[in-house]
């Protein structure tokens, strides 16, 4: 039974990424694009005025910042799925979980990322500077900032009336949470006192890692365990304040 | 409550939302199962908000819900496997097509692959869908986008189907497809269907019962015909202009008046008296027989809005 009810809800989740992901994706192939472009721009200037020894630095924020910028597009697309589809509405009075729900309107949009990492993929393994190690610690890194951020634009989702109010909280927190934090640069810019960031904001341990695995950054392996660590933590947090906050039925 | 035969059981079920706005105000209604169930009232009267409630998207403030035997409250995952809803006002996706909206969500509630294919294809074809299957909804006209909606929701194998409003937009031709299927859905199938609407028409010929609230409160319910008896009388006489008084009326049954059209509901035997009457004091007068709509308009007290 229980297995039962976890391969329905695998099925779900791959019906929801399908619908809201794939099947729109193949009709609009731009909207891939535009995660992309400004990554791309980040990794051109931090090239043209840091060198190719930067470039480690430009790849891994580029990395994050796609997959924060399509995890965070999750508000709009699960608000507009509430407030203006109304299909929500016929998710909430149905056998689907909202877990289900959730994780399928999440994969749905990371797909549109996918062109974006590729291209950071390509453009790394251009460079020969693609391991088996960086590319686990990518995947890694990815995954949990993938969670995170579609948590937290999901449960901002929940708490808008008006769409209006999601254009402009896209792009500060896309700002706030990959630009401003040791994302495109390395952590030691930081005051010694701020360090602390890189284990408590996402993108910045994600950063941090592919820093580290890209050979940017030299650490010791203690700080290394820290990192995956607090990545695997922050995840789990996301998944537990999910589930205690989907807003599934409106109170 | 009793639960036998009964798809839904709400007693003193109140809502009162977030600004003080009392939506339900002591509901108390049986719903019997396997019937085609009407609730009627005007915008804002409480419709929406309980189907919300009952088709557990929505919690009660105070009260007791039992839908197809389970609470609403503490019992909503097993309500849910059971049910389906039509959204008020809901949309399709522009980028998606009918066949991946009926397809996707019947996967997505748990129904094996060929039974999704089959049973999209079968309601697609029923509602006439089926020529633009794969037709991007952005391309779609209003009707049938709200029919690519319905057409979801009908096809899922749930017990009890809410449908909010589910035929707005729609012109005739639609609306009478979309009856034969729920009719099929109700007496075929034995599923049952509580409907919220605006068209009286619709509530009469597709009903086996109905209930009409109004601000929160259930001011009638029963059959079509037993709510109909309410008024006591069994033709409409509708008078336009004239000089005759409301006071002059009043002498022969129930005046209600709406703008410049007053209508007098009276028994037959003085229908005739009042045309006469009408004319004479320079009126158009018309008569008809009573319908679902008089007794609304007369217990809500003034007329739907379109």
């Known amino acids: 039974m229980r297995t039962e009810e976890i391969r329905r809800s695998i099925v779900g989740v791959a019906a929801i990424a399908w619908f809201y992901g794939i099947a729109p994706l193949r009709r609009n192939i731009y909207w891939s694009f535009h995660y992309a472009l400004a990554p791309l721009a980040f990794l051109f200037f931090i090239y043209l005025y840091g060198g190719s020894g930067s470039v480690g630095y430009a ?33 909430v009075a149905s056998p689907v979980r909202p877990l289900t729900y959730v994780i399928g309107l999440a994969l749905a949009n990371q797909l549109s990322a996918a062109p974006g990492v590729a291209t950071f993929l390509v453009i790394t393994t251009a460079l020969t500077l693609l391991t088996p190690l ?15 951020f579609s948590v937290l634009g999901y449960i901002i989702s929940t708490l808008v009336r008006d769409l209006r109010d999601l254009w402009t909280w896209s792009p500060i927190i896309t700002g706030l949470v990959s630009v401003l934090p040791p994302v495109f640069y390395p952590l030691e810019l930081l005051p010694e006192a701020l360090r602390g960031v890189a284990y408590i904001i996402p993108t910045a341990t994600a950063a941090r890692l592919v820093h580290i695995a890209i050979g940017a950054v030299t650490a010791a392996q203690q700080e290394w365990i820290l990192l995956w660590t607090a990545a695997a933590i922050q995840s789990t947090i996301a998944i537990a304040v999910l589930l205690r906050n989907t807003r599934w039925r409106i109170t | 409550m009793s639960l036998d035969g009964v798809a839904v059981a709400a007693e003193g079920l109140r809502k009162i ?26 915008n804002g009267a409480g419709k929406t908000t309980f189907v919300k409630i009952a088709s557990t998207q929505l919690m009660p403030s105070a009260g007791r819900i039992e839908v197809l035997g389970y609470d609403v409250i503490t019992e909503a995952d097993k309500i849910r496997r059971r049910i389906a809803v039509v959204p008020q006002e809901g949309r399709p996706a522009l980028l998606n097509t009918p066949y991946e909206h009926v397809y996707h969500y019947l996967i997505a509630r748990g129904m094996g692959l060929w039974e999704a294919r089959r049973r999209t294809k079968q309601i697609l074809d029923v509602l006439e869908l089926g020529g633009y299957a794969n037709t991007l909804c952005s391309q ?18 749930a017990e009890l189907l809410f449908l909010d409003e589910p035929t707005i937009g729609l012109d005739a031709i639609t609306r009478i497809k979309i009856w034969d299927v729920i009719r099929t859905l109700t007496h075929e199938e034995g599923r049952t269907v509580i409907l919220t609407t605006h068209y009286m ?3 009469e010929t597709l009903s086996d019962a109905v209930a009409i609230i109004d601000r929160g409160r259930i001011v009638a319910r029963g059959g079509v015909d037993e709510v109909r008896s309410l008024l006591h009388s069994s033709a409409r006489v509708e008078v336009i ?3 005759l008084t409301l006071e002059e009326l009043n002498r022969y049954g129930k005046v209600v008046r709406l703008g410049e059209t007053v209508r007098v509901y ?41």
């Open chain 1, 59 to 91: 790849l891994a924020g580029g990395f994050v910042m796609v997959t924060v910028t399509a995890s965070v597009s999750m508000e709009t697309e699960a608000a507009f799925n509430r407030i203006v589809l109304k299909l929500h509405e016929m998710y």
């Open chain 1, 134 to 148: 960086l590319f686990f610690t990518i995947i890694f890194s990815l995954i949990t900032v993938w969670i995170t």
């Open chain 2, 17 to 42: 939302y977030s600004g003080g706005v009392v939506a339900l105000d002591g509901v108390s209604l049986e719903i019997r199962a396997g019937r085609i169930f009407s609730l009627l009232g005007r």
């Open chain 2, 140 to 157: 779609l006209s209003g009707g049938l986008r709200q029919r690519t909606l319905v057409a979801t929701a009908l096809a899922t194998d």
């Open chain 2, 201 to 203: 028409e619709e509530a």
């Open chain 2, 241 to 243: 202009g004239g000089s």
């Open chain 2, 266 to 306: 009276v028994d037959d035997s003085h229908a005739r008296e009042v045309v006469g009457l009408a004319l004479e004091r320079g009126a158009r007068a018309s008569v008809s027989r009573v319908t679902l709509e008089d007794v609304f308009v007369s217990l809500v007290g003034e007329g739907l809005e379109s």
